[in-house]
């Protein structure tokens, strides 16, 4: 598997990243996704403190502990900033953003207990919150960079603007904006958001690269048309699609099964044509390019 670093200053990733957005399951089951991962080069792992109702870190941390090897064997991103009401989370009530130092501080050290770990490779803000004050952000950012809790950090769901204002704001380069994007989503190809990034020289993180499975469904297999031509399946073809652009996608995959993650990593390995990659990108709009 390709190792790149989404920023010249950043941490070393797999190309593909392994989402643990969906692994609220066995940790038996967490057990094995990790395995596979690894053993089929998908080294980078991506967390939330609020995935499975605040519940995944932890399970994905007990493998951690019992194989204390494997944490050398891979990276950890997690992220922080959205809270909403839960039975574990008794003082929401209601979904709200949480930027500030104090939570921030805080969720990082929460994060570090339940994953078993003394520091997170990246850190992302989860969404962009309408109270953000870029000042507390930064302070929160060098306190966590100091101690060496955290190594690096990023944003997700983050406009160009929003990117470029919170940048003004640090001491050093935000490493990583992580976005929805798919051949079925692929917005940021057009509103200045993926721009932005390669200005920056910063790679961006795809999530729901599938379309959380949706690309998959009956109806949009015409986008596939080409899938037997790359001796491919879908899944890699939707990868290879993101694969190209000249922005060096990561994507981060979200499947619960080993041996869609062995699949997907092979999806590297192919290469689209310009013109197939326009067909694909035609049949999912529906439409033509102007
Ligand atoms: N930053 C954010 O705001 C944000 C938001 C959402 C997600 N994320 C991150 O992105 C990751 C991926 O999101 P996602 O789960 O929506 O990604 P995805 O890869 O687009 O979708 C995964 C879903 O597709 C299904 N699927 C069906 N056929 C498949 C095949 N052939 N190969 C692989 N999957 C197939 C999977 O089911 P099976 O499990 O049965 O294979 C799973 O339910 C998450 O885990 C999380 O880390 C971030």
């Known amino acids: 598997m390709e190792r790149l670093a989404p ?3 950043g941490p070393e990733f797999s190309r593909i990243i392994a989402g643990a957005w969906r692994w609220d399951i066995a940790e038996s089951r967490v057990s094995q996704l990790i395995q596979k991962s690894l053993e089929v080069g998908i080294t980078t792992f991506d967390h939330a403190d609020i995935y499975g109702d605040h519940s ?6 007990n493998v951690l502990k019992k194989n204390p090897s494997l944490r050398l064997k891979m990276e950890l991103v997690t992220k922080c900033g959205i809270k909403f ?13 949480d930027t500030s130092k104090e939570h921030i501080l805080w969720s990082v050290d929460n994060s570090l207990t339940k994953l078993g770990t003394d520091n997170i490779d990246l850190l992302l803000i989860h969404r962009p919150d309408p109270l953000l004050n870029p000042n507390e ?3 929160a950012f060098v306190a966590l960079k100091k101690t060496g809790k955290v190594r690096h950090f990023g944003v997700s ?9 919170l940048q003004h704001y640090l001491p050093f380069p935000l490493v990583a904006n992580q976005l929805e994007i798919s051949v079925l989503n692929s917005l940021a190809l057009f509103d200045g958001s993926l721009d932005v990034l390669m200005k920056h020289k910063v790679s961006p993180m795809a999530w729901s690269p599938l379309g959380g499975g949706k690309l998959l469904s009956h109806d949009q297999q015409k986008i596939f048309s080409k899938s037997q031509a790359y001796g491919a399946t879908e899944a890699q073809l939707a990868l290879a699609w993101l694969l190209k652009h000249p ?3 990561f994507p981060v995959i979200g499947t619960t099964n080993p041996d869609r993650i062995a699949e997907s990593a092979k999806a590297i390995e192919i ?11 035609k049949v999912a709009q529906g439409k033509e390019m102007p």
């Open 7 to 9: 920023h010249k200053n």
């Open 137 to 139: 952000v930064a302070e």
């Open 56 to 61: 995944i870190e932890e399970i994905f941390g």
């Open 85 to 97: 009401p839960s039975a574990k989370r008794p003082k929401s009530w209601v979904k709200h953003y």
């Open 271 to 281: 290469h689209l044509e310009v013109q197939d990659w326009f067909e694909m990108l």
């Open 157 to 165: 769901n983050f406009t160009a603007t929003q990117f470029e204002m």
């Open 247 to 249: 922005s060096s996608i």
